[in-house]
């Protein structure tokens, strides 16, 4: 009996053996601030579109006065479902639409003014722009954001700090109320300098919307969900980091676009830069424009997405209410460019190694996964013990790898970490940078480069660097030095 005992005893200390060396290493801490669900599920989009759509497109001007008479807005062959098209076939999920601009004329029919479509001939005044974009994108599945402009040039109330911040809250209702799931909600702090003085309730707003739209996003020069990136050219800076501090920032203050164009390692607030640029010239529509050439805005998504940031590219309906078609045929191009660029990972052939693993060889954080489909929520992370010198090497199995591209991500559910690094091509460095985030695009300066051996070294980091995604790519529309 005792033997029996004896055995039986063996053979559950076995079982837990066995059961503890089975049991998955958990995920390294995370290091605040975090993004929320809404901001990531923002920050994969990667490029979202704006539509600059009002009286301005029937005055050739940029900033209209507040007097134009509403019987000018019309747009006789207005078609929303080419504008949704339009976006899917540039690869945008996402379409923001000028509901209001600094003219005051309103894009659907307020019950607040009269500044509005219905004073328009267009649908014989029963027409409403936000309604006819929010029913084609529904039926397409992409989804809307809004922009209502604070400044406003026509309503008398403006100036009055109390009544018209009651109109700009009741027309807020209205947009939020009756328009179904609104993603992304601009605020800016633009204005004229002989604009009255007018002091907005930001907070209130920010507090409505909130209440109204919980997963919505809210846009201005201080967020809270997203700020701007400092500038209209559509470029990040070189560092950027997704983290500020809210508290050092307010709408308006042009003394903070540097700040809002580096981020801060330090800041207490996630709040990741929106980078916003006209696919033309000017905001809206004008006859005498045509849009950017290909290369600028390749340019321009290196430069925004690919310094970890959404690229915010409005393109202007015309007169007639269809985007043009030379607009269209470059959005196109500029998809079908990026899907040339980055739907072949040269990474992928490769056998690949790090300095070290989380959890050993079966601890689920090793190497291999940067080279999956999901950039996010799987991770190449080293070792608690390895504080310094942290790398991961790719190397060809057969042919020498060619490309002029190298694609960085990474695992930012768990916080931005990495402050510096370089990348190596058969033990020659071939780029480096600063911070890394949900992405980054090195377009290396030589060229197409061709080695064995590519090596990305994390020189600096906030906590464990953690890579989500690593990729090599070729560029053909990248000849730098005439080459």
């Known amino acids: ?281 000017g905001w809206f529509w004008h006859k005498s424009q045509s849009p950017k050439g290909l290369n600028e805005l390749l340019e321009i998504y290196y430069n925004s997405v690919g310094r970890n940031c959404l690229l915010l590219l409005n393109v202007p309906p015309n007169t007639t209410g269809l985007i043009s078609k030379s607009d269209v045929q470059r959005l196109t191009e500029f998809k079908s460019a990026i899907d040339t660029i980055f739907s072949t990972n040269m990474a992928e052939k490769c056998s690949v190694k790090a300095t070290s693993q989380r959890g050993g060889q079966n601890g689920g954080f090793g190497p291999e996964n940067v080279l999956d489909s999901d950039h996010l929520w799987t991770y190449w992370a080293p070792n608690d013990e390895d504080k310094e010198d942290h790398w991961i090497e790719f190397k060809a199995t057969g042919e020498p790898l060619r490309f002029n591209v190298v694609r960085i991500q990474e695992a930012i559910g768990l916080g931005q970490r990495i402050r510096r690094h370089e990348i190596y091509v058969d033990g020659n460095r071939v780029a480096s940078g600063t911070t890394v985030g949900y992405k980054r695009l090195h377009r290396l300066e030589s060229g197409v480069v061709y080695g064995y051996k590519v090596r990305l070294r994390i020189m600096g980091s906030r906590a464990l660097p953690l890579i989500s995604s690593f990729g090599l790519h070729f560029d053909p529309f990248w000849h730098p030095n005439g080459h």
């Open 1 to 281: 009996m005792a033997k029996l005992s004896q055995l039986l005893c063996i053979i559950t200390l076995s079982t837990y053996s066995k059961l503890a060396f089975s049991l998955a290493t958990p995920p390294p801490l995370p290091i605040l601030p975090l993004p929320s669900y809404a901001q990531l599920k923002w920050q994969q989009r990667e490029l979202i579109m704006f539509l600059h759509f009002g009286v301005n497109t029937f005055t050739d001007s940029e900033w209209g006065t507040g007097n134009e008479n509403p019987a000018i807005f019309n747009p006789t062959g207005l078609d929303a479902n080419q504008w949704v098209d339009t976006a899917i076939k540039g690869g945008v999920s996402l379409m923001i639409l000028t509901a209001k601009h600094h003219d005051g004329f309103c894009l659907w029919p307020s019950k607040y003014t009269d500044h509005s479509v219905v004073g328009s001939p267009w649908k014989n005044g029963h027409g409403d722009v936000v309604q006819e974009l929010v029913n084609a994108a529904k039926a397409r599945g992409v989804d809307v954001g809004l922009y209502l402009s604070p400044w406003d040039r026509h309503d008398r109330r403006y100036g009055n700090t109390k009544a018209y911040n009651e109109y700009y809250l009741a027309q807020l209702q209205e947009l939020l109320n009756n328009y179904g799931n609104v993603r992304e909600i601009w605020f800016d702090g633009a204005k004229g300098s002989n604009a009255p003085n007018m002091s907005y309730d930001f907070n209130d707003w920010f507090a409505m919307v909130k209440e109204l739209q919980s997963t919505i996003n809210i846009f201005s020069d201080a967020g809270p969900g997203v700020r701007w990136v400092g500038n209209e050219k559509g470029y990040a800076g070189r560092t950027c980091w997704s983290t500020i501090n809210g508290s050092s920032l307010s709408i308006g203050n042009g003394s903070i676009v540097n700040y809002l164009n580096t981020g801060d390692p330090k800041g207490t607030d996630w709040l990741p830069a929106e980078c916003d640029v006209s696919i033309r010239t």
